[in-house]
Every structure is written in structure tokens, then in C-alpha cells.
């Protein structure tokens, strides 16, 4: 089976740096994406990694080392429309993926 | 450009009642997948349709079906509803293999309330 594991809620200070953890077990591992979701809205893409290290874009970096079955997301200068779900998902071979959420993370940005 | 297009937004059903949800794709993507979000969870995979057929399912009953059209749009139903059928169905769709198919692009989602 398949199974993600991420905090289920985070509060940190406007101006601050946060990091969002996943571990995640399955197998034909592919990559592992971002994604972020405001209330009552839908889920966009952040970012994704398919191979170990670190990317890049604006002010969110995502993190991922496949011998741990490990990766993080990083947002810096945070504000306060940062605010929302995060969900780390991993993409599994075989064709067309199918890609696979975790429960969520809910960031609480505060003044 | 559309981005993904889902509807309806909002409906409302009794249990034992059938429903139909459509999703069309953005341009370019032809490949569409259903998820199913719970209330406070993460989206869960319902199933994936590409060139017309059923490509991948998840642990949902048979009472969830599919279908695509030559045009890639898509349709969900579920008959036989539930309670438990409460939720946000979110349609997502990828470009092909070549161009950028590690990136779901979400429609808004139909919210479904069964009583």
C-alpha cells in the first residue's frame, strides 16, 4: 500500500520561514509534488521533484531525498495569503501516474 | 486560455438518489482524473480515464462509474448515494507524457450534499 505522513497543522509568523515535512512508503516511487489549497478553493500546483535535491521558485523550495523516503517544502518571507492546506503527493510509475495525497498540512500564518 | 471547468458547483441530493458531475479539461490536456475530498482530508483518487477508457481506479465501489468523450471532457456518477458521498469532487487533468504530466491542473470542484 501507500501511505503519507505530514503535519496536520502548522502556525508560523508573517516574515518567518516554515517547513512543511512528508515521509511517505510506496512502491514505483516517481516523484513527489506541492500542492496548495486556500479554503473552499482547489488545489493548485507548488512544485515538484522527481529527482533528489532541491528546487527552487520564488519565495517556496521543495526538498526531496529518495533513500529517505523524505521530502519537505520551504516557504520563505511568509505572508499573510500564505495561509492554507499544503498536500504532499507522490506520483508512482507505471504509465499514466496516479498520484496519491496526503491529508494536508493547514498553515496558520499569524501577525 | 480555460483552465479546468466543472459542473455544477453545488448540488444536492437524498440518499438512494444518482448524480452526474462533467469536467472538461484545459486545452491541451487529455488525460482526467477524479478525486473525492472529504472535509478535512486530502483528495482522494477515484479513478483516471485517458483516450477513453478507465486507465486506473482507486478504492471506490462500483457504484462510482466514469466516462470520457472524444473531446477528453469527462463525466462522474455515482448511483446509489450515501451520506458518506458528501464531499468535494474535484476533476484534475494532465497534458500528455511530453508536456508536463507530473502537474494536475484542478478544476474548482462540484460540492456535493446528500441528505
Known amino acids: 500500500g501507500q501511505s503519507l505522513e505530514q503535519p496536520s497543522e502548522v502556525t508560523a509568523v508573517e516574515g518567518a520561514i516554515v517547513q512543511i515535512n512528508c515521509t511517505y512508503q510506496?512502491?514505483?516511487?516517481?516523484?513527489l509534488s506541492w500542492y496548495q489549497q486556500h479554503d473552499g478553493g482547489a488545489p493548485t500546483f507548488l512544485s515538484y521533484?522527481?529527482?533528489?535535491g532541491l528546487e527552487e521558485t520564488g519565495r517556496f523550495s521543495s526538498f526531496l531525498s529518495r533513500s529517505d523516503s523524505y521530502g519537505y517544502l520551504l516557504l520563505q518571507e511568509l505572508q499573510m495569503k500564505d495561509s492554507a492546506s499544503y498536500f504532499c503527493a507522490v506520483s508512482r510509475t507505471g504509465g499514466y501516474q496516479k498520484v496519491t495525497f496526503g491529508i494536508g498540512t493547514k498553515l496558520q500564518v499569524i501577525p | 486560455d480555460a483552465g479546468v471547468t466543472q459542473s455544477p458547483t453545488h448540488l444536492i441530493k437524498t440518499r438512494g438518489q444518482q448524480v452526474t458531475l462533467r469536467c472538461s479539461p484545459k486545452?491541451?490536456?487529455?488525460?482526467v482524473s477524479w478525486y473525492q475530498q472529504a472535509l478535512g482530508q486530502g483528495p482522494q483518487f477515484i479513478f483516471q480515464?485517458?483516450?477513453?477508457?478507465?486507465?486506473q481506479r482507486g478504492n471506490f465501489p462500483d457504484r462510482f462509474s466514469g466516462h470520457q468523450f472524444p473531446n477528453y471532457s469527462s463525466e462522474l456518477n455515482v448511483n446509489a448515494l450515501l451520506l458518506g458521498d458528501s464531499a468535494l469532487y474535484l476533476c484534475a487533468t494532465q497534458g500528455g507524457l511530453r508536456s508536463g504530466a507530473n502537474v494536475l491542473t484542478f478544476g474548482a470542484g462540484s460540492r456535493l450534499t446528500v441528505l
Open positions: 510506496t512502491s514505483g516511487f516517481y516523484g
Open positions: 486545452s491541451g490536456h487529455d488525460t
Open positions: 480515464y485517458y483516450e477513453e477508457e478507465e486507465r
Open positions: 521533484n522527481g529527482l533528489d
